[in-house]
């Protein structure tokens, strides 16, 4: 008799739960800015490297399964512009005429598929609290070179693909809110969790390290559900 009652107490339980749980799908936009945590060596000639951040954009959907009250898990199919730009100043050596310091700025974008997987605590006052992790990757890139003034020098755009890994793991936190007609907005940090750099790469040194850095802010449009 015990037995039947816990199976009975169980089945409704899990109808409680099916009931409660909620489904909301939508659309998410805004904006990255990116940037490297590097750690990496750089040729003879270059007289200093600074390392800046880099503004882009993100696009996709969301899907947000809410299983209690104030908990909800929430998974994202999300373009992804992300890199970093470098401000160098390089030494060219001109002979017996001596040397002349170059300055130009090098853009890395990085354009990836991120999949982000975060659980939600959502207060009564439509704030709310996530973490998670973000899965990204790695689908084109493009290098471009910016000189100061009229050098009349010019490089072509290269593909830095090939000195990043193909897939990236991010670590994920941050905070949102929901109006009551659905619109959100919300504010994401998330850090790189390995090396983004290809260390089977000839064109990496032993020891070079890099990892992506982003914060976003988003603002996410309901399709579907409450």
């Known amino acids: 008799m015990k037995k039947h009652l816990l199976s009975l107490l169980l089945i409704l339980s899990l109808g409680s739960i099916s009931v409660n749980a909620q489904i909301k799908i939508g659309v998410k936009e805004g904006l990255n800015i990116a940037s490297f945590d590097a750690n990496f060596s750089t040729p003879d000639?270059?007289?200093?490297?600074?390392?800046?951040?880099?503004?882009?954009?993100?696009?996709?959907?969301?899907?947000?399964?809410?299983i209690a009250e104030n908990i909800s898990f929430q998974g994202e199919l999300l373009y992804s512009g992300q890199g970093a730009r470098f401000e160098i100043?390089?030494?060219?050596?001109?002979?017996?005429?001596?040397?002349?310091?170059?300055?130009?700025?090098?853009?890395?974008?990085?354009?990836?598929?991120s999949i982000p997987l975060m659980a939600q605590y959502q207060f009564n006052t439509?704030?709310?609290?996530?973490?998670?992790?973000?899965?990204?990757?790695?689908?084109?890139?493009?290098?471009?070179?910016?000189?100061?003034?009229d050098t009349g020098l010019a490089l072509?755009?290269?593909?830095?693909?090939?000195?990043?890994?193909?897939?990236?793991?991010?670590?994920a936190l941050g905070a949102g809110y929901e109006l009551a007609s659905g619109l959100?907005?919300?504010?994401?940090?998330?850090?790189?969790?390995?090396?983004?750099?290809?260390?089977?790469?000839?064109?990496?040194?032993?020891?070079?390290e890099s990892t992506?850095?982003?914060f976003q802010l988003s603002v996410t449009f309901p399709l579907y559900g409450n």
């Open 45 to 66: 000639t270059f007289v200093s490297v600074e390392e800046k951040s880099i503004v882009s954009f993100h696009l996709g959907g969301f899907l947000r399964y809410t």
């Open 89 to 113: 100043v390089e030494r060219v050596n001109l002979g017996f005429d001596g040397s002349i310091d170059i300055p130009y700025t090098t853009k890395r974008r990085l354009n990836y598929l």
């Open 126 to 149: 439509g704030f709310y609290l996530e973490s998670g992790l973000a899965f990204d990757f790695l689908i084109s890139g493009k290098e471009t070179y910016e000189f100061e003034g």
């Open 156 to 171: 072509q755009p290269s593909d830095p693909q090939d000195i990043h890994v193909g897939a990236d793991v991010k670590f």
């Open 184 to 208: 959100g907005l919300s504010a994401r940090y998330s850090i790189g969790l390995g090396n983004n750099l290809d260390e089977s790469n000839e064109l990496v040194t032993e020891g070079d």
């Open 212 to 214: 992506n850095n982003l």
